[in-house]
């Protein structure tokens, strides 16, 4: 008899959990919230290879070779990764798998921590590529599982998609007590009609995922996912995923509900089912009108964006709010509390002794023209340091620059800047292309040793791997000078004068520069602070220079005058830099 336990485990640790109780051989991908910890508790196990790749694209383009090979693989990203990655899962999804090769995929409604709240449901109907969509951390667990199983039966990879709230949250997963990891491997069989991309044969392998696609619907394991609950006949609710949460938290066994766990290819047989059972259908579902587009492209009549906001997330109070307007009954349920607290106002700042702090500080007293990236860098674009003219994307803070070159005035350079890991994922192409095209930008790398805003992962210039092992440490350096750059000034990141002489040299130079702004994060394990510093009142003459670092250690007393909070500051000691009164300095020891 099977023995079972339970855990409390994030919808994150359900799907290592899942992927490692499927025997996945490869688990790899890129840290971004909120998928980050898939992996990071996927290493925690015995057993199945775990690593970072330097982009989304090596990632998928890495699983899907040890998916030919024959080993279950697992591949993690947040939304806007999958872009990054699309060009190979297209292909993919024609050429099909040997081991199962499952991609689980994190969108961030609400854009907590991303640059835009795209739905990337689109991309499996885009890319012809089966989704499932689990709703909570069993369904994580269960549906990981089982998406390997289809990949494998279909012969196609299978997303998972999941959202922060179901990322995040915990809940109470049932485990089989007794499991041991046994990698799944697979024969590899040499077979170039399947494998290699070339039209003849991709002509061939379209018509089979169509087939396949069909077939995945049928299938009495995933016909299980999508779930029935008829309690009346007046109205019934179509959702998935953490929608289905907030539609049971408000309105209970009330209204009829048909929960879908595979939202593409979708059940066509089950919704018209759905619908001869219920008078009037409502769609409950997160950002886009996916669901309701597709249900009312089968001719059956429902509504759903035109009383549910298609921005940021929902949540109960969303639901019961629009779905009131539409004249459904809300039971009675303690109202959400939604008046604002009375809270100062907190806006995101880069951490006290941040090493990125400096050259923003720099850059803009220099008044270069400069793009940024996504990370912790992108800090740098808000006030009071208000350095960064654009950003758009990972690994755009070059090619933005490139553009932006074009148009700026004769004889002024557009600087471009991006983290390390940033630097290694896609960013080094933009320097590369500064080079080839003859274009003079100046290529920043702020180089913290780190993968800074994800949590600190490992990336290629770290010297470790995920799990701690040691590896080959790039160095930024090394890279611009073997792409074509004459000259990389590398300067400590706490040196205020010595940042304002490398940007204005790069400015003035002939030849091809960059620069490398290289000091550990602050964050990182054994950095050590150094010795933090005060303001003499006596001396200060409230001109309130340093509190245009941004730095959230300083802040004015009741007096007017600056204050540094001894326990947040670093020690850095930009502030006494920019003390133009010589009113900061060192605490003393005796102090």
Sequence with gaps: ???????????????????????????????????????????????????????EKVALEEAYGASIGGLRTLVTMKHVGLNVAADPLFTAAYMGVNGGMVIAVADDPGMHSSQNEQDNRWYALHAKVPML????????????????????????????????????ARGVVELSADTEY????????????????????????????????????SDEAVKTLDVMDITGTDVGIITAGASYNYVREVFGDRYSVLKLGLVYPLNEGIIREFAGK??????????????????????????????????????PQIIADSLAEAGLVVPEREA?????LEVPARPPLLCAGCPHRGFFYA???????????????????????????????????YTLALGLSLIAPEGEKVFGCMGDST????????????????????????????????????????????????????????????VGYDRVLVVHAYELESLRKAIREAKEAADRVAIVVKTPCRLLKGVKPGVPYKVDAGVCRKCKACLKLGCPAISLNPEGVPAIDPITCFGCGLCAQVCRNKAIDEVEEEE
């Excluded at 769609?283 to 309701?292: F, I, M, N, Q």
């Design 182 to 217: 046994e990698r799944v491997r697979y024969e590899y069989v040499r077979d170039p009609k399947k494998y290699m991309s070339l039209p003849a044969n991709c002509r061939l392998r379209k018509q089979i995922l169509e087939k396949n696609l069909a077939a995945v619907v």
């Design 363 to 397: 850059a803009r007293r220099e008044k270069v023209m400069l793009t940024g990236d996504i990370g912790c860098y992108a800090l740098g674009g808000v006030p009071p340091l208000e350095a960064i003219d654009a950003s758009i994307c990972m690994g755009g803070g």
């Design 1 to 55: 008899m099977e023995l079972k336990t339970k855990a409390v485990l994030t919808g994150n640790e359900a799907v290592a959990r899942g992927a490692w109780e499927a025997g996945v051989g490869l688990g790899v991908g890129y840290p971004g919230t909120p998928s980050t910890e898939i992996l990071e508790n996927l290493a925690l196990y015995k057993g199945p290879e775990v690593v970072w790749a330097v982009n």
């Design 278 to 315: 219920v008078k009037e259908i409502y769609v409950v579902e997160e950002l886009d009108p996916y669901l309701e587009m597709s249900i009312k492209a089968l001719g059956i009549r429902c509504e759903g964006k035109k009383y549910i906001t298609s921005f940021f997330e929902l949540n």
């Design 423 to 482: 630097f290694y994922h896609s960013g080094i192409t933009g320097a590369i292309e500064a080079v080839y095209n003859n274009r003079s930008i100046i290529p920043v790398v702020l180089d913290n040793r780190i993968t800074a805003m994800t949590g600190h992962q490992e990336n290629p210039g770290t010297g470790r791997l995920l799990k701690g092992e040691a590896a080959y440490e790039q160095q930024p350096e090394k890279l611009l000078q073997a």
């Design 133 to 168: 969509e689990p709703s909570d951390s069993q369904e994580c667990l269960l549906y990981t599982r089982l998406a390997f199983e289809l990949s494998e039966r279909y012969d196609v990879p299978v997303l998972l998609r999941l959202v922060t709230r179901t990322s995040h």
């Design 336 to 340: 959400a509390v939604d008046e604002p």
